[in-house]
Antibody, heavy 116, light 107 residues
Framework: QVQLQESGPGLVKPSETLSLTCTVSGDSMTNHYWAWIRQSPGIGLEWIGYIYYRGSTNYNPSLKRRVTISIDTSKDQFSLSLTSVTEADTAVYYC??????????WGQGTLVTVSA | DIQMTQSPSSVSASVGDRVTITCRASQGISNWLAWYQQKPGKAPKPLIYAASSLQSGVPSRFSGSGSGTDFTLTINSLQPEDSATYYCQQANSFPFTFGPGTKVDIK
């Protein structure tokens, strides 16, 4: 069974870049889609985007100008970069995996607070 | 973007009751709908995909139905461990979007 673990800073200053990594264990990264999803009280659950193991990506247009998702299958990791953050980006960030159309496995989530 | 709505926003029911949650999409999504269960402090847990297919390991008291714009999640014989918030999610077109959630409490 796939297990996912998010890691990264819990506090980011406004205008800086939020960077998170998801480490995968229990299965190969091939033939799967790897996604980032966030949850905040104001917005609820929001799909950020995903990357296919071969490297193709799809992002939420609302975040597209600021988001990059990358993958390193040799390290069993994929990453999220969100630039120019504001307090509105404060949320619990989840990594998840599944097929193109559903998220079968989720990480436990990591709270990222944007504050000076 | 496709907007997802859910009703009711919350429901309180007794152990053994049948609970039905409705999810509506702002445009047709065929059967590209998933349901998730989330308990406080935990990640969402997948319950159903493709509107009516049960994820592995999910109790059979959970079922889903619908297509197009209207969908339902039914919990037959509600159990204490079913107290949670339930979300629908469309996967028909980008960006994928989630409903606002329905909180299920046990009386």
């Amino acid at each position: 069974q796939v297990q996912l673990q998010e890691s990264g800073p819990g506090l980011v200053k406004p205008s800086e870049t939020l960077s998170l990594t998801c480490t995968v264990s229990g299965d190969s990264m091939t033939n799967h889609y790897w996604a980032w999803i966030r949850q905040s009280p104001g917005i609820g659950l929001e799909w950020i985007g995903y990357i296919y193991y071969r490297g193709s990506t799809n992002y939420n247009p609302s975040l597209k100008r600021r988001v990059t998702i990358s993958i390193d299958t040799s390290k069993d990791q994929f990453s999220l970069s969100l630039t120019s953050v504001t307090e509105a980006d404060t949320a619990v960030y989840y990594c998840a995996t599944g097929t193109q159309n559903r998220f079968d496995y989720w990480g436990q989530g990591t709270l990222v607070t944007v504050s000076a | 973007d496709i907007q997802m709505t859910q009703s009711p926003s919350s429901v309180s029911a007794s152990v053994g009751d049948r609970v039905t949650i409705t999810c509506r999409a702002s445009q047709g999504i065929s059967n590209w709908l998933a349901w998730y269960q989330q308990k406080p402090g935990k990640a969402p847990k997948p319950l159903i995909y493709a509107a009516s297919s049960l994820q592995s390991g999910v109790p059979s008291r959970f079922s889903g139905s619908g297509s197009g714009t209207d969908f339902t999640l039914t919990i037959n014989s509600l159990q204490p461990e079913d107290s949670a918030t339930y979300y629908c999610q469309q996967a028909n077109s980008f960006p994928f979007t989630f409903g606002p959630g329905t909180k299920v409490d046990i009386k």
